[in-house]
């Protein structure tokens, strides 16, 4: 599967951003999504999954409250609706197929910068 991530950028603290990633697999209603994220010198961490229907969301404690995701099986996409976003959420952000274990189960990343 290929994914298209979108919707990075630099934005105040406080502020919100909302990422899109776009599937190329037609079975992507199949699958179980995801974004995963990598700050500066630290290793890659679990942010926020989606069951295919939508209908069971998993987020990490630090995010939690904050960071919503969805999707729209028919658009073959996957959305993270960034809120209350913090400097400590600076990081590029990737959307995968969960578990991501395989490469190919990776989204090119999108930079999301949050200023104090």
């Known amino acids: 599967v290929q994914l298209q991530a979108s919707g990075g950028g630099l934005v105040q603290a406080g502020g919100s951003l909302r990422l899109s990633c776009a599937a190329s697999?037609?079975?992507?209603?199949?699958?179980?999504m995801g974004w995963f994220r990598q700050a500066p010198g630290k290793e890659r961490e679990f942010v926020a999954a989606?069951?295919?229907?939508?209908?069971?969301?998993y987020y990490a404690d630090s995010v939690k409250g904050r960071f919503t995701i969805s999707r729209d099986n028919a658009k073959k996409t996957v959305y993270l609706q960034m809120n209350s976003l913090k400097p400590e959420d600076t990081a590029v952000y990737y959307c995968?197929?969960?578990?991501?274990?395989?490469?190919?189960?990776w989204g090119q990343g999108t930079q999301v910068t949050v200023s104090s």
């Open positions: 995968v197929r969960y578990p991501p274990i395989r490469d190919s189960y």
């Open positions: 697999e037609r079975t992507f209603s199949n699958y179980v």
């Open positions: 989606i069951r295919w229907s939508g209908g069971s969301t």
